[in-house]
């Protein structure tokens, strides 16, 4: 689908990124990767290393490009065992490890940004050999049990599955994750019960870290006086602390329990006013709310372009038969005008990243018109526009956006419609937070947050300002129910953001809130700052705010992860809500099944105190 509409005159994200960096406005490089005997000389590998393994250096740079490495050695061990044993090298040799998936994340949970080539650390890329799965189990109410390696994909994860019969009810967006790093971030989707729904065995609203029945991780045998494999079931000891564990451990496989798959309806609406979808509670009957999709269909989503009035909003509903209306789909990834833009869009993309941030405002009233026009075939809008939309959605575009067939109305299996965000979409960067309340306070949530947002953006625009070009993405999943499982006695991850407050059973819901725009644009990490702070100091008894773990938090007025009273204060307070099993004993349990820091970072090290 994303090469048609590049025959046609389209240019794919990943391209647009290219040739912006070739002009000088962009910070994206395409991942490098430099083995030795190519272009760029390596030197010997470090001395002692296992024998027989594949060791190169290669660039680390994350999704968004904000996090870019030298050349930094690198190896792919083909069994756990390999693992272990680099883990061991690295304790004798007085190195690191880091264990590296997909680097579909911001956060720099795996190394810092300028890392340099002479840092005494290696990567371990689990993507290229450690990607075996296997059905383990097939279980009586209609559940089962995957057991699948840490390098393997999301992707690749589902498919398997649902060959099978199975499927998550809430899983990411993006296939390209592999299963540890979304496992130890707590990975989620966006998914809660609908009124009235019930679900299946094997089903659940958290994170995919609440799923694993048990996982193998890389822990120091203290008898031994070296680092072990140990496989923990989800009811033991430190299995708690291990399921989300932020990079500070190294999980080489998990036993996941999924459910009988169904078929999901997913509708796009895009004519709501933000005014109404985000209303504050008390509105007369019949308005259309994010609380009142929540009810009838459970899984929502909504994309609010910057500039725009109306937001993207997408359902998904559990429809066992397609409709008559429904387009069928059979594969993932079933919006294609999101995953490569056509030429006109792409060099208004290209402005904004040689320096014109003003024109933000046109951006994002573009991004709304070509997913209207495509999901849709309504082109109302775009001919009663002004000479500037028209300059950039073109007759030609319409008719190619038109030509790949209307995308509002989708029907078919739950990973179709569960993925859809390629690795070709626009680089962004994203904050990230998870607020959690009472169901009947989600829409309180959500219009505290829209109007301070909205009263925000046009702040800074009257100053001259345009900090977000890209949305405002919201999302709502239920909170981790370790009973999902199926083991007794199991707990929710430790760390996860979802993870229930012992003291207030009525909290039930978590909203997620991010913010996409260009990584370079001027005044963002300020205008990150005041949304953070602004979120913080949210009603305490009807909200707790933790960050999303793989997004941008803890702002200074010019950088993320960065913010002392944030990262040592308010981050670890927030877990530390209600009482109960949390941060504390995940981090003391993380540092005894690895005392000697070989799987962590300065970063980790300061955070996770």
Known sequence: MTDDLSQQGGVSRRRLLASSAAAGGAVWLLRGLVRPGSAYAASAPPPGLPAGLDVYQRVYENWAGEISTDQLWTCAPRSPQEVLAVVNWAFGAGWTVRAQGQRHGWA???VADGTPATAQVILVDTTA???????EQRAADGSARVRVQAGASLEALLAFAGSGGYGVTSAPAPG????????AIGAHGTATRAVGESPSPGHGYGSLSNLVTELTAVVWDESAGRYALRTVGRAEPDCDALLTHLGRS???????????????????TLDIPATELFAAPGAPAGTRTLASFVDSTGRVEAIWFAFTNNPW??????????????RAVTAPYNYPFSDSIPEPVARLAGDLVSGAWASAPLFGQVQYLLAKVALTGDITDVLLSGSAVRDVLTDNVLAHLLADGLRSDLWGASRNLLEYVRPTTLRETANGYAVLTRRADLQWVVSQFADFYRTLLAQYAARGEYPVNGQVEIRVTGLEDPAVCGVPGARPPLLSALRPRPD????????WIDILSLPTTPALHRFYRDIEQFLLALDGDRATVRVEWSKGWAYTDTAAWSDPDVLTGAIPASQRAGGGPGWDEAVATLDRLDPHHVLSSPFLDTLLR
Not at 129 to 135: D, F, G, K, R, Y
Not at 504 to 511: F, G, H, L, M, S
């Open 250 to 268: 190294f999980v080489t496989e998990a036993v996941l329990r999924v459910g009988a798959d169904g078929n999901l309806r997913c509708t796009s």
């Open 108 to 110: 720099p949970l795996t």
């Open 313 to 326: 909003l997408k359902t998904w509903k559990v429809t066992p038969n397609r409709p008559l209306t429904a």
């Open 129 to 135: 050999h450690l990607v075996a799965m296997s059905l």
């Open 176 to 183: 390209d994750l592999s299963v540890g790093g979304a496992l």
């Open 504 to 511: 207030r059973p009525d909290v039930d819901t978590a909203v």
